[in-house]
């Protein structure tokens, strides 16, 4: 494998564990607001709180991680998506801002407000859609580029079927994905008033969430030919994300197997997020910029790696017990063990 | 009225991002030093009031964390969407020890969740404090990765140009350029001076508003004696990295010193106001003082000012934020040590409240010693954003609307900020130590040594 298609594909999977655990954390704030708007806030409360107190900044470190990657491996997307993106971008880092202080504002602080909360749950929803923006001009047509100068087409992006249909479908996956989490996390902590609630908008929501995901697929078509034929090349990684979807869903549906549910939807993201990453490939931005051009320079990329390999052998140790003790550890998912700061 | 300028735009806002960012960050890369020492004797004099103000300040501390990881969050976007042409270049050269940066702040981030919640989970009490360790490395290391590439800036090496494409890239030499080792130490122990003075105006200003509860007092000392071994060594790094200028960015010392003519006897300026024909008024000379500074002895000839092209010169009004800087950490190092050394003569009194009062103000000055150091150090480098290499202008967006995203981010960082300062306000006035004292049932030697 060439250095480029390692360094893609360290990046790809980073964003691959973002747009997971970021989806659980989103779809959570929602699922939290929703259900205190019907006064149904005090079943699922605990469940929620004890899950993201521990881990809410771990989610947002995926993000950085990617980000910092991505400018590490291939320096030329900072110059043609950091000028295009500055409008959405800075709309991404304020949503980010918000959530993240205010979460630990509501949390730590010990005060609950239903202004908080409220925060919390809109910026999950928008979070999403204003970051799928990036994938979505990386299909092209976008952004023009006049004498070395990148710039965004508003018009083109708003008025964009594809686009909308791009953050539709991130909407409800976010929770679809998050739903299905908190079902099995739920059924751990032998919840059963949480696990019935959260088991029904897990069910709500997996309709829209393969609809879309066909619904797009077919919309990206008419965006990019090339990369949808592409993507029709790779027709078994979308049958295995299909097929996993139908298992999960089903699993949930005879409310049984609500672990193995989940680490299906799981595979269900995984296979269609790379799948459709494999069919991007090579290009970062149609037509403009690929894996190739602007690659760093070889003794960086190696660099890179090795501090890659030294990172992870570091993290994964530590993830592992940060999972031991808050979501694998019995006794502290039913709330038996305090929780106190 | 003013014509639109992407270039001013962008330096504005990341002028905000950064200043805003910094006060978190420096607090974040210090107070985690002073929990672990906090809880360290907690155990060793197995003295459950130090256990609490290491709870405490850990409860306090994740709140100013959380402005500190969405801020820094903002500034990684930032830079790429202000500065995509410095970004692309840096990507090249500097990459490294910005991704490891991330690193350390992922496995301070896995830590500092599990330390948090697992006060009274484990029997032993020395398995939480290891717990605290990791917090420690990952945010100190933290701030050594990301004060490399602050160096590289400032000494950029470990790359060549040929017709203008960036080959021959070493990223150890571009991370360990001359500035490193006096910019690093120079960052990290500023931190925990400043985290051991923020600390210590809190407990100065509990036992001025008449608490005299003897947890206030320790926490007092404590942070005191952290805080003047710490300005001790800044002021032994500062002498370090004033040696450092003179060789490597002759032209920042020499506008911090407005150091016009090159010669060697050079007086050190202090304060004072420049006229229109570059001449200093009202201002304090020490004689040999800037050639000591520079290079160690009298006869150490110092370049001035007028032997550098001025078009390469920095604005002169970072004299200002360098003697403010230094002023300040002279202050913090005098006032630590008296304090130390009153409480060590036992028939003084360290708590008169002339000295609580100095103590408190040495809190919000350190802060702003933080930020005229980085003002300092940042305006110093201009026109460069790379020294040398590429400047600002060539570096920054030509997009449109940077001046309202630097609208919409002043307000998102002042109502930030507010509701920073007004939660962790209520989070402590509602569970003063006294009360959590006696709820937790802690009478420890209080009795002995109130008095």
């Not at chain 2, 002028?15 to 906090?38: C, D, R, S």
Request: net charge neutral; proline share 4%; aromatic share 16%.
């Amino acid at each position: 494998m060439s250095y480029e298609v390692v360094g893609i594909t360290v990046l790809w999977t980073f964003l691959y564990g973002y747009l997971i655990v970021a989806s659980v954390d989103f779809g959570a704030g929602f699922f939290s607001y929703y259900t205190k708007q019907r006064k149904k806030n005090h079943i699922i409360h605990n469940i929620i709180q004890r899950y993201l107190s521990p881990v809410w900044e771990v989610t947002n470190v995926f993000l950085v991680f990617f980000i910092i990657g991505i400018i590490g491996f291939f320096p030329d997307t900072a110059y043609y998506y950091g000028t295009a993106l500055l409008v959405p971008g800075s709309v991404a880092i304020i949503l980010l801002a918000i959530r993240g202080s205010y979460y630990a504002f509501a949390t730590y602080g010990a005060k609950e407000s239903k202004w908080y909360s409220f925060l919390y749950g809109a910026t999950g929803l928008l979070i999403p859609a204003s970051l799928t923006t990036v994938l979505t001009i990386s299909e092209g047509g976008y952004v023009r580029i006049d004498n070395g100068n990148v710039q965004l087409l508003y018009g083109e992006l708003f008025g964009s079927l594809y686009s909308w249909g791009v953050v539709i479908l991130a909407v409800v996956s976010v929770l679809f994905i998050s739903a299905s989490f908190l079902t099995y996390y739920a059924s751990r902590a032998k919840d059963t008033n949480a696990l019935n609630l959260l088991r029904k908008y897990a069910l709500i929501w997996s309709f829209p969430a393969i609809t879309m995901g066909i619904v797009v697929f077919f919309l990206l078509n008419k965006r990019n030919p090339e990369h949808f034929q592409n993507m029709v090349e790779l027709w078994w990684m979308f049958g295995i994300s299909f097929l996993s979807f139908a298992i999960a869903t089903y699993f949930i549906w005879k409310k049984r197997n609500y672990g193995t549910a989940f680490i299906l939807v799981m595979i269900q993201y995984f296979t269609a997020f790379f799948g459709y990453g494999i069919s991007h490939f090579p290009y970062l931005l149609y037509p403009y910029l690929t894996i190739y051009d602007g690659f760093t320079n070889e003794t960086m990329a190696t660099a890179l790696i090795i501090a890659f390999i030294a990172g992870l052998l570091l993290l994964i140790p530590s993830l592992y017990l940060l999972m031991k003790l808050f979501l694998f550890d019995a006794d502290y998912v039913e709330g038996k063990k305090s929780k106190v700061l | 009225m003013f014509e639109y300028d992407p270039v001013l735009y962008s330096r504005i806002l990341t002028t905000l991002t950064l200043a805003f960012h910094v006060i978190f960050a420096t607090l974040g890369v210090g107070i985690p030093l002073m929990i672990a020492i906090a809880e360290w004797m907690g155990i060793k004099r197995n003295d459950p009031h130090y256990t609490l103000m290491a709870r405490r300040w850990a409860r306090g501390f994740i709140v100013t964390v959380a402005v500190g990881v969405v801020t820094g969050t903002a500034i990684v976007l930032q830079l790429s969407l202000l500065w995509p042409n410095f970004m692309r270049a840096a990507g090249h050269t500097i990459g490294l020890p910005m991704f490891m940066e991330t690193f350390a702040f992922f496995f301070e981030a896995i830590f500092l969740g599990i330390y948090l919640y697992t006060w009274d989970r484990f029997k032993s009490k020395m398995k939480h404090f290891l717990l605290v360790i990791p917090i420690v490395i990952g945010a100190t290391a933290s701030a050594f990765f990301i004060t490399t590439v602050n160096s590289f800036m400032n000494a950029p090496q470990g790359f060549e140009i040929v017709d203008g494409v960036l080959t021959n890239v070493s990223p150890l030499a571009a991370m360990f350029n001359p500035a490193t080792p006096t910019k690093i130490s120079h960052v990290i122990i500023t931190c925990y001076l400043t985290a051991a003075f923020i600390l210590g105006a809190i407990a100065a200003l509990n036992i001025l508003k008449g608490k005299n509860h003897v947890y206030h007092k320790k926490a007092l000392h404590l942070t005191m004696v952290t805080g003047a071994i710490f300005a001790i060594g800044t002021a032994v790094i500062g002498d370090l990295s004033g040696k450092y200028l003179h060789e490597y960015q002759p032209e920042k010392l020499a506008a911090a010193e407005w150091h016009f003519e090159t010669e060697s006897e050079a007086p050190l300026i202090l304060g004072g106001i420049l006229t229109e024909d570059n001449e200093v008024r009202f201002a304090l000379e020490i004689p040999y003082a800037l050639s000591i500074l520079a290079g160690g002895s009298t006869d150490t000839v110092v370049t001035g000012l007028n032997d550098f092209p001025a078009d390469e010169l920095p604005p002169l009004w970072i004299h200002y934020m360098f003697d403010l800087m230094v002023f300040i950490g002279m202050y913090l190092a005098l006032v630590s040590m008296i304090f130390v050394f009153f409480n060590w003569k036992k028939n003084w009194n360290a708590f008169s409240r002339p000295l609580l009062w100095a103590v408190f103000a040495g809190g919000p000055l350190s802060m702003l010693a933080i930020q005229s150091g980085w003002f300092f150090a940042e305006v110093g480098r201009q026109p460069w954003i790379l020294n040398g290499i590429m400047t600002v202008s060539e570096a920054a967006t030509t997009s449109q609307h940077v001046d309202i995203m630097l609208l919409v981010f002043i307000i998102l960082y002042t109502v930030l900020g507010i509701t920073c300062v007004v939660v962790l306000r209520r989070m402590f006035k509602n569970n003063s130590v006294e009360h959590e004292l006696e709820e937790r049932g802690i009478v420890h030697h209080s009795k002995q040594e109130a008095n």
